[in-house]
């Protein structure tokens, strides 16, 4: 499956070569299906996108390689492991924190990871977090999170009045509980637009499946469950679409929750 996404219109399948236009990476010639997208700047074998497609290129009877070729050559022997590894850090408010009664707080999550915990690190850890090839923490596998955290104050909300109405001072445990529920709520939110992207999609003939308010429903069960937007994503919606429409549909996931879904570990 193609990384980026593209329009129906740039989408071409069923194709056949018999020969003189595609080799595979090993530089023999291909004869068989294949699919593109684009301006064949992307070929793959099969007539349909499937997990087993491989990327073609354009084929040359001499022994002298072309520049494109030599280019994915040139790409397929980075190293593309160099990154770093995030550390879990639990920072210390510092002097404006302690004046302003709040600090910020920063979190990674393996995206694809039901079963990975939550941790903590510091500031410059999660700026460096960034979908980049190398030298940073990676992005494509870590997701960010922030909160801002009461420091300051008392334990918990304190009233003018017995009815509750008056608030006298904001709690540290109160305040503090309270974001972790705007941010779920920030969430829930995030599902619905998803939902309301597939309808859309749906009434323009770019997918065939759209989100039900029950499927909705359903997903959120699944997040409480397992933790993980992506997962609980994939399992309640995404893994029962067709999969030639899964990269439009985790498209419409990456425009609200601002995650990408590796569709190659989707497919499997």
Known sequence: MPNRYYPKNQRFYGKYT?????????DTE????????GNRELVMTGAFPKDDSMVLMPFKRSGAKTPDVFFYDFLTSLNLAEFKTPVSKRPKPGPNDLKNGYMLRYFL???????????????????????????????????????????????????????????????????????????????IKNMIKVANLTR??????????????????????NFKIFKDIVSSFELTFLNKCDEVERTIISEYFQRCFDIDIDNSVTDA
């Open 18 to 26: 018999k020969g003189g236009e595609y080799m595979n990476a090993s």
């Open 30 to 37: 291909y004869i068989g299906p294949y699919h593109y997208f």
């Open 200 to 221: 859309s999609g749906f009434a323009n003939g770019d997918i065939s499946t759209l989100m039900s308010p029950r499927t909705v429903i359903s997903w959120g069960q």
């Open 109 to 187: 999550k393996l995206k694809n990871d039901v079963s990975a915990p939550v941790f903590e690190i510091d500031m410059p850890q999660y700026d460096d977090t960034i979908d980049n090839d190398a030298n940073n923490i990676d992005g494509f596998r870590y997701q960010r999170l922030s909160l801002r955290w009461k420091i300051d104050g008392p334990r918990y909300d304190e009233f003018h009045d017995d009815g509750r109405t008056n608030v006298k001072a904001y709690g540290i445990e109160d305040t503090n509980r309270r974001t972790v529920f705007a941010k779920n709520q920030e969430i």
